[in-house]
């Protein structure tokens, strides 16, 4: 009988502390290894047959490794076939493989040269030796030889591949002649394991443990190894996961708790935490995921809250095996009935859902009937519908989040579902004129719902809507979302970002002041030479080009185009080579195949838009003839902004990065989150960039009057940083705003106001590649802290106030934090950090408060620190100084602009003329 889980842990005494550090290790045999996700484990483990290229993993702080079997081999593997028939000792019937004869005198040549070789040119240089005493799974052997077989391969890799390292399968026998040669000892099925005869989970039996678990305390205590322990249990069940961790952990060993065929996250030493949110939308209803409510309106709000939307259309083949290992939840937004040949597929997919525990929020209607089965459940019932309207009887106070009235006179249609469950909360109840109850939404043992028309409304006579459900609470509620240290692409060092960037149109246009000069020209003298800010400046090739559509002009037109890309504050893009309007083809010859607009561009005689013309074309033309050796590696995108995923892999696998889109556009008379759009989409695994807030088109009625209307953007930076920080400040617009006198003033208002507030200075290609952080950036739940991890462009992550000052003595990676509002800045040093917070932290070591520049180096010790800012503009940075300390500015010592005393510290302010420094504060030791 297996001994009770909490009393095997109890039963077993654990070690003071492990002789040596012990890694956090995960490991993934899949094809499709999530290692953007996996990178929060310092080492990962993963099936290199499947091509993954360590050289090419871009995480500084955890190492891909290879596994290989070493006593057995399978006959997929691409060495099978060489190994002489001699050498095979037998059969694991179980796996389906071939036992090794490990007393081979040529085997251990072989197993380095065929194996092993191979993936250290690929550039592995650790590995995961599976099966070390498979051998005894033969009928004939001789125990003594396979040992000294087994010794002699380890020998022989270390000999030839200096540095190696391994983690070996067991082999606890030849362990005490190797322990040198070994970085730690792995063993499965301490606690939970798989039976590979009956093909299902079981406990482990109280004997097989206890002699298990005698092994792996030898091999800890008495040969100081580090032990992982790898237990497997359903993918489904993460508490049981969570919990056998636990257990594993409680025993001084770092456990990995994985699925028996290792295709999912597991849980080890620290917790993936998922940010994946699968979205489901219906092309029947959008021809593309950027034009579906879902993504328009609640994706913003996803991922304020630190989550990500991945989209699958329900036309389409679903996901198979959705687990939260990698998905925090699934959310539906269907405006009725999904197509008849769709709903089987759909319901099948939600059924698993729901009986897998993943939490499903459901928004305007849930795409097809409930049956008796659904209404079940999903503790439902159906209601006949009422031939009276329908009146509000009782309201949530996260129902009317921008629409306080909700009017009366609803149909029944709208709502005819009630909740049966007792643990279901009501949303939004109504009631008919016989007295019926109907539910509009609810929060429920699954999820929670919202129906139509109580998501969002319309705005009567505009194309404007407002939210009726607070989706910053409905979110959090119904797919249980755990708070984290959200990823914020806004703030560096706890200033809000700031940067601008034009878009071409109009480069050749005439400004409608005296002297009868280029718009181009204008723009260059009277902003570009004046606000010294990051811009990136781009320009349409078949504007300014002698082949282009204007080449009587094009020798004025370039020059202008190459003293701007020669100001130091400018970095260069391109804005295509002939400005298309519609740019994904399905669009073009779906929602708007008799669009004329769909063929619009600049018009160059016998040309057919061309996407590799447009995009690597454009930008070869700019590094040719007009960069003056600057890089140009930005794509800003044209016309309705949407490219295809065709037109993103083009820029994604030329290097380049891409921005545009998005179109937030929130002011005093437009006053709804309904207008702020999200960081960007993904459209086939490459990224779409939004520009944080739109240009100044739309604030000029599409360039129709009044031509200073961009000055209404300074409303829309103030509601995108209160009541929250929403956006950067993106000071966005084309070249014609330089040519009418009411739009040149315009940005003159807007570029004096951004230059009076506290602000980070960054270029746009900074900004992008923060984005692209943002999605990448993986969390784990480490104790009581986080591990954060990410590429190193993102360096702030915001937390509530109500977790408490971040505990700068217990945490990595962390230079400071700053309050804003009801949230915490925190200011990470690089790519990797590990955050704890605490209701009433230590006395704090010396911190950065906030900075206008970026941290290039830091080195705290108590007492003292070394850091190194490098910005765009003359520095500007505050520290929390804990008593009387000395700074020194490029070894001189400094003295602050101003003091702000603070209990038992201050915040000393210093302000310099230059943009980079190497600061040093050293205090006095208590």
Same mark, same amino acid.
Not at 186 to 214: I, T
Not at 246 to 267: E, H, M, S, Y
Not at 916 to 922: D, K, M, S, V
């Given at each position: 009988?297996?001994?009770?889980?909490?009393?095997?842990?109890?039963?077993?005494?654990?070690?003071?502390?492990?002789?040596?550090?012990a890694p956090s290790v995960a490991l993934h045999y899949g094809a499709q290894a999530p290692l953007e996700d996996l990178k929060v484990f310092d080492i990962v483990v993963v099936d290199a047959d499947h091509g993954y290229n360590p050289s090419t993993y871009r995480s500084p702080d955890s190492k891909l490794y290879a596994y290989a079997a070493l006593t057995e081999v399978h006959p997929t593997r691409s060495y099978f076939q060489r190994i002489p028939a001699q050498w095979r000792l037998g059969?694991?019937?179980?796996?389906?493989?071939?036992?090794?004869?490990?007393?081979?005198?040529?085997?251990?040549?072989?197993?380095?040269?065929?194996?092993?070789?191979?993936?250290?040119?690929?550039?592995?240089?650790?590995?995961?030796?599976?099966?070390?005493?498979?051998?005894?799974?033969?009928?004939?052997?001789?125990?003594?030889?396979?040992?000294?077989?087994?010794?002699?391969?380890?020998?022989?890799?270390?000999?030839?591949?200096?540095?190696?390292?391994?983690?070996?399968?067991?082999?606890?026998?030849?362990?005490?002649?190797?322990?040198?040669?070994?970085?730690?000892?792995?063993?499965?099925?301490?606690?939970?394991?798989?039976?590979?005869?009956?093909?299902?989970?079981?406990?482990?039996?109280?004997?097989?443990?206890?002699?298990?678990?005698?092994?792996?305390?030898?091999?800890?205590?008495?040969?100081?190894?580090?032990?992982?322990?790898?237990?497997?249990?359903?993918?489904?069940?993460?508490?049981?996961?969570?919990?056998?961790?636990?257990?594993?952990?409680?025993?001084?060993?770092?456990?990995?708790?994985?699925?028996?065929?290792?295709?999912?996250?597991?849980?080890?030493?620290?917790?993936?935490?998922?940010?994946?949110?699968?979205?489901?939308?219906?092309?029947?209803?959008?021809?593309?995921?950027?034009?579906?409510?879902?993504?328009?309106?609640?994706?913003?709000?996803?991922?304020?809250?630190?989550?990500?939307?991945?989209?699958?259309?329900?036309?389409?083949?679903?996901?198979?095996?959705?687990?939260?290992?990698?998905?925090?939840?699934?959310?539906?937004?269907?405006?009725?009935?999904?197509?008849?040949?769709?709903?089987?597929?759909?319901?099948?997919?939600?059924?698993?859902?729901?009986?897998?525990?993943?939490?499903?929020?459901?928004?305007?209607?849930?795409?097809?009937?409930?049956?008796?089965?659904?209404?079940?459940?999903?503790?439902?019932?159906?209601?006949?519908?009422?031939?009276?309207?329908?009146?509000?009887?009782?309201?949530?106070?996260?129902?009317?989040?921008?629409?306080?009235?909700?009017?009366?006179?609803?149909?029944?249609?709208?709502?005819?579902?009630?909740?049966?469950?007792?643990?279901?909360?009501?949303?939004?109840?109504?009631?008919?004129?016989?007295?019926?109850?109907?539910?509009?939404?609810?929060?429920?043992?699954?999820?929670?719902?919202?129906?139509?028309?109580?998501?969002?409304?319309?705005?009567?006579?505009?194309?404007?809507?407002?939210?009726?459900?607070?989706?910053?609470?409905?979110?959090?509620?119904?797919?249980?979302?755990?708070?984290l240290p959200v990823p914020d692409v806004t703030t560096e060092n706890g200033r809000r970002l700031l940067f601008a960037h034009i878009d071409g149109d109009a480069f050749p246009s005439k400004a409608e002041m005296p002297g009868n000069r280029f718009a181009a020209d204008w723009l260059l003298t009277d902003i570009l030479q004046k606000y010294r800010i990051p811009h990136t400046v781009s320009v349409i090739e078949a504007e300014v080009s002698p082949q282009g559509i204007y080449p009587q002009?094009?020798?004025?037109?370039?020059?202008?185009?190459?003293?701007?890309?020669?100001?130091?504050?400018?970095?260069?893009?391109?804005?295509?080579?002939?400005?298309?309007?519609?740019?994904?083809?399905?669009?073009?010859?779906?929602?708007?195949?008799?669009?004329?607009?769909?063929?619009?561009?600049?018009?160059?005689?016998?040309?057919?838009?061309?996407?590799?013309?447009?995009?690597?074309?454009?930008?070869?033309?700019?590094?040719?003839?007009?960069?003056?050796?600057?890089?140009?590696?930005?794509?800003?995108?044209?016309?309705?902004?949407?490219?295809?995923?065709?037109?993103?892999?083009?820029?994604?696998?030329? +290097?380049?990065?891409?921005?545009?889109? %998005? $179109?937030?556009?929130?002011? @005093?008379?437009?006053? !709804?989150?309904? =207008? #702020?759009?999200?960081?960007?989409?993904?459209?086939?695994?490459?990224?779409?960039?939004?520009?944080?807030?739109?240009?100044?088109?739309?604030?000029?009625?599409?360039?129709?009057?009044?031509?200073?209307?961009?000055?209404?953007v300074i409303e829309t930076f103030s509601m995108t940083e209160t009541p929250r920080r929403l956006k950067a400040v993106d000071i966005y617009y084309h070249t014609y705003s330089a040519s009418k006198p009411a739009s040149l003033t315009a940005l003159h208002q807007v570029y004096g106001w951004a230059l009076k507030q506290p602000l980070h200075p960054v270029f746009a290609s900074e900004y992008i590649r923060k984005v692209h952080d943002f999605y990448a950036m993986a969390l784990a739940r480490?104790?009581? +802290?986080?591990?954060?991890?990410?590429? %190193? $462009?993102?360096?702030?992550? @915001?937390?509530?106030? !109500?977790?408490? =000052? #971040?505990?700068?003595?217990?945490?990595?990676?962390?230079?400071?934090?700053?309050?804003?509002?009801?949230?915490?800045?925190?200011?990470?040093?690089?790519?990797?950090?590990?955050?704890?917070?605490?209701?009433?932290?230590?006395?704090?070591?010396?911190?950065?408060?906030?900075?206008?520049?970026?941290?290039?180096?830091?080195?705290?010790?108590?007492?003292?620190?070394?850091?190194?800012?490098?910005?765009?503009?003359?520095?500007?940075?505050?520290?929390?100084?804990?008593?009387?300390?000395?700074?020194?500015?490029?070894?001189?010592?400094?003295?602050?602009?101003?003091?702000?005393?603070?209990?038992?510290?201050?915040?000393?302010?210093?302000?310099?003329?230059?943009?980079?420094?190497?600061?040093?504060?050293?205090?006095?030791?208590?």
């Open positions: 009988m297996a001994l009770s889980m909490g009393l095997a842990a109890a039963a077993f005494p654990a070690p003071s502390a492990p002789p040596k550090a059969r694991n019937a179980d796996w389906d493989s071939v036992l090794v004869d490990q007393s081979q005198p040529e085997w251990p040549r072989f197993f380095a040269e065929q194996v092993i070789a191979p993936l250290w040119e690929r550039g592995f240089r650790g590995f995961f030796l599976d099966t070390l005493d498979s051998y005894r799974l033969a009928a004939r052997f001789d125990e003594q030889q396979q040992q000294d077989g087994v010794v002699a391969v380890l020998e022989e890799l270390h000999r030839r591949f200096p540095g190696i390292q391994l983690i070996l399968n067991r082999g606890f026998d030849v362990l005490p002649r190797v322990s040198d040669k070994v970085q730690m000892v792995a063993a499965e099925s301490l606690f939970q394991g798989w039976n590979a005869q009956s093909k299902q989970y079981a406990p482990v039996s109280a004997k097989d443990r206890e002699w298990l678990l005698q092994q792996l305390q030898n091999t800890r205590d008495q040969l100081g190894i580090p032990v992982l322990v790898i237990d497997y249990v359903p993918p489904q069940d993460r508490a049981k996961t969570r919990e056998t961790a636990r257990q594993i952990k409680a025993l001084g060993f770092t456990p990995w708790v994985t699925d028996q065929q290792l295709n999912t996250i597991g849980i080890g030493s620290v917790e993936f935490v998922p940010r994946r949110i699968a979205v489901l939308y219906s092309s029947d209803e959008y021809p593309a995921p950027n034009y579906s409510d879902v993504h328009r309106f609640l994706d913003m709000p996803t991922n304020y809250l630190g989550y990500i939307s991945e989209y699958f259309d329900v036309r389409q083949p679903l996901p198979p095996n959705l687990y939260g290992d990698r998905y925090a939840g699934v959310v539906t937004w269907l405006g009725g009935d999904v197509a008849s040949a769709s709903q089987p597929a759909l319901q099948r997919w939600l059924y698993q859902v729901v009986q897998q525990q993943l939490p499903w929020a459901a928004l305007g209607q849930f795409g097809f009937d409930l049956t008796p089965t659904w209404s079940r459940l999903l503790g439902l019932q159906t209601k006949e519908a009422s031939t009276g309207l329908l009146q509000i009887s009782q309201q949530d106070a996260m129902v009317g989040f921008e629409i306080r009235d909700f009017p009366a006179d609803r149909t029944p249609q709208d709502v005819l579902l009630a909740p049966s469950a007792a643990n279901a909360r009501a949303l939004l109840t109504l009631k008919d004129s016989k007295g019926q109850s109907y539910t509009a939404g609810a929060i429920t043992a699954w999820g929670g719902f919202m129906h139509t028309p109580y998501v969002i409304q319309d705005v009567p006579g505009t194309e404007d809507s407002r939210w009726a459900l607070d989706p910053f609470a409905f979110l959090q509620q119904a797919l249980r979302l755990t708070p002009f094009s020798a004025q037109l370039e020059g202008i185009a190459k003293r701007i890309f020669a100001l130091p504050h400018v970095e260069i893009a391109s804005h295509t080579y002939s400005h298309p309007y519609l740019w994904d083809p399905s669009v073009r010859h779906g929602l708007f195949e008799h669009n004329h607009e769909a063929a619009i561009n600049l018009g160059i005689p016998g040309y057919e838009i061309n996407l590799q013309r447009e995009i690597v074309g454009s930008v070869q033309y700019i590094r040719d003839r007009l960069a003056g050796g600057k890089p140009v590696n930005i794509l800003l995108w044209s016309g309705d902004t949407s490219p295809g995923a065709d037109a993103l892999e083009i820029v994604a696998k030329n +290097g380049l990065l891409n921005m545009n889109g %998005g $179109d937030t556009f929130i002011t @005093r008379s437009r006053a !709804s989150l309904t =207008a #702020v759009r999200s960081h960007g989409i993904f459209k086939k695994g490459n990224l779409q960039v939004y520009a944080p807030i739109t240009n100044e088109n739309l604030y000029t009625n599409l360039w129709r009057g009044p031509f200073y209307g961009f000055e209404r480490d104790g009581e +802290g986080w591990r954060i991890r990410g590429r %190193g $462009d993102l360096r702030t992550v @915001r937390i509530p106030q !109500s977790w408490g =000052a #971040v505990d700068l003595a217990h945490s990595e990676g962390i230079a400071g934090s700053k309050a804003a509002d009801a949230n915490t800045y925190v200011h990470l040093t690089g790519s990797s950090a590990l955050l704890r917070t605490a209701a009433d932290a230590p006395s704090a070591p010396i911190a950065l408060s906030e900075a206008n520049a970026r941290l290039t180096e830091w080195n705290a010790q108590r007492d003292q620190v070394q850091f190194r800012l490098e910005g765009h503009a003359p520095l500007d940075f505050s520290l929390v100084l804990p008593r009387t300390c000395q700074v020194r500015i490029n070894d001189r010592v400094a003295t602050p602009s101003s003091v702000t005393p603070m209990a038992g510290t201050s915040v000393q302010r210093f302000r310099l003329s230059h943009a980079a420094a190497l600061i040093q504060a050293q205090c006095a030791r208590r």
